[in-house]
């Protein structure tokens, strides 16, 4: 089994503490290791190191190099970022020219699991069930209707695969509102979409030249640079004019092919946003539901998290359900129930030309 890690993402809504040098997937966020190095390291048990290609942004290339040093793991730079369905192209692409055959995991570098070895038996399931040309996805069973991520709905009865469900995909949904996510979990037949594919590689290029055919074509005169001279000219002047573009709209709504998900639960997270975080640390809250890093002072604070990661004292009072992030040189203060929206705020700071802050 092969594996491709998708470590490009901008982590904008974990601003101020993630920035454009060091986005979230490079950041202790969950445990004592940055995201990417937790990535790589739980596919271990069931992927080669050489059987890993992490694709990043080129500006983060030394430090992932730096991370994942003495780890034969090959790393492919994107000049530019254009989504999803170029990234995983890529590196489809890429495997292909290393010679290595078989089903390959399609994964995101920024992601928690809490149940490794669960995590790994679902990945193998799905596995199996790529062998023959099917596109598998990893369908998180929700534990609350939940409007910030898409949906896989199931269709039929269970397979079982090594003691593991899957089912036929009916379809894939977009992000919902509330009144639809409480629909879908009262259903029991819709799973959220943590964007984990496993499909060989071959399936993968020739479901991008059948749906996608111009980042087919671009990703060919890609492929015929690989290990040439000419292979950092050719990608730099090909993959900006590539279409940006999801694989889950460009190819998962289009497919004809056959498509399963396993039911997956091994404590997912997407880690997408601080009160995501917040939630997910849960037992670390105070006796008030606090949680704070750092030693800031609180006084009648409630259901907050207050991060003190400056060298400036932070005292908070009366606080709650708010997100108090402090750092060197940057300031965020908001309700947490709204910190998916701190994207904004990066954009406002672009506009206003502060890119020092970014």
Not at 101 to 116: C, E, K, Q
Request: proline share 4%; glycine share 10%; charged share 25%.
């Amino acid at each position: 089994m092969q594996a491709v890690v998708m470590a490009g993402g901008a982590g904008t809504r974990f601003w101020p503490v993630s920035r454009r040098a060091k986005p979230k997937q490079f950041l202790q966020i969950t445990g004592r290791q940055p995201l990417l190095v937790q990535t790589v390291e739980r596919l271990s048990p069931l992927v080669e190191e050489h059987s890993i290609v992490v694709v990043l942004g080129e500006e983060h290339l030394d430090e992932a190099a730096g991370l994942l040093i003495g780890k034969d793991i090959h790393l492919l730079a994107e000049p530019v970022g254009r989504n999803t369905a170029a990234c995983i192209g890529l590196g489809a692409l890429y495997l292909g020219h290393l010679g290595l055959t078989g089903p390959v995991a399609f994964l995101p570098a920024d992601h928690y699991i809490g149940d490794v070895p669960g995590f790994l038996r679902t990945l193998e399931a799905a596995a199996r069930l790529a062998e023959d040309g099917s596109i598998v996805t990893l369908g998180i069973v929700p534990s609350r209707p939940e409007t910030g991520y898409g949906y896989i709905k199931r269709e039929g009865g269970p397979t079982d695969i090594n003691g593991e469900s899957a089912f036929q995909v009916a379809e894939f949904v977009e992000k919902p509102d509330l009144a639809a996510a409480e629909r879908y979990l009262a259903e029991g037949t819709y799973y959220w979409n943590g964007g984990i594919f496993v499909a060989r590689q071959d399936v993968i290029l020739s479901e991008i030249e059948e749906h996608l055919p111009l980042l087919s074509q671009g990703l060919k005169e890609i492929g015929a640079s690989i290990q040439t001279d000419s292979f950092d000219e050719t990608i730099s002047r090909i993959y900006q004019g590539l279409p940006s573009i999801s694989f889950d709209y460009g190819i998962m709504e289009n497919t004809r092919r056959d498509v399963k998900v396993v039911e997956s639960r091994f404590g997912w997270s997407d880690v997408g946003s601080w009160l995501s975080l917040y939630e997910l640390r849960a037992s670390e809250h105070d006796l008030e539901g606090n949680l704070k890093e750092g030693n800031p002072i609180l006084v009648d604070c409630k259901k907050s998290f207050i991060a003190q990661r400056g060298k400036r004292k932070v005292a908070c009072l009366g606080l709650e359900d708010c997100l108090v992030i402090d750092t060197a040189d940057a300031l965020l203060v908001a309700d947490i129930r709204r910190s998916q929206d701190i994207k904004g705020i990066v954009e406002l700071l672009k506009g206003a030309g502060e890119g020092n802050l970014l």
